[in-house]
Nanobody, 119 residues
């Protein structure tokens, strides 16, 4: 039973930082990638950052240079360090995992954590 639990959101002032965490459990198959998505009110969910099984990363243009995705394999946890936050970063952030199962790739999602950045 795969579970992703994301946390670390909160309310911060513009220019501040937050560190999101995504704790995983029950993953018995190869993880193709893990990432963070966000969804602001009235907008589509968008990819923020992704890290692949070999450690490669990519970021949305809007967060390059400000956000860093990383993982701790020993703790089965992926992180998103968010610096220089601005109000445009306000959204619900969701952890995502793409897991290669015997039936093919499957997506799993965390429950979401709210990030609010005040001006």
């Amino acid at each position: 039973q795969v579970q992703l639990v994301d946390s670390g959101g909160g309310l911060v002032q513009a220019g501040g930082s937050l560190r999101l965490s995504c704790a995983t459990s029950g993953i018995n198959f190869r993880v193709a990638s893990m990432g963070w998505y966000r969804q602001a009110p009235g907008k589509q969910r968008e990819l923020v950052a992704r890290i692949t099984s070999d450690g490669s990363t990519n970021y949305a243009d809007s967060v390059k240079g400000r956000f860093t995705i990383s993982r701790d394999n020993a703790k089965n946890t992926v992180y998103l360090q968010m610096n220089s936050l601005n109000p445009e970063d306000t959204a619900v952030y969701y952890c995502n995992a793409v897991i290669i199962t015997s039936l093919g790739p499957k997506n799993y999602w965390g429950q979401g954590t709210q990030v609010t950045v005040s001006s």
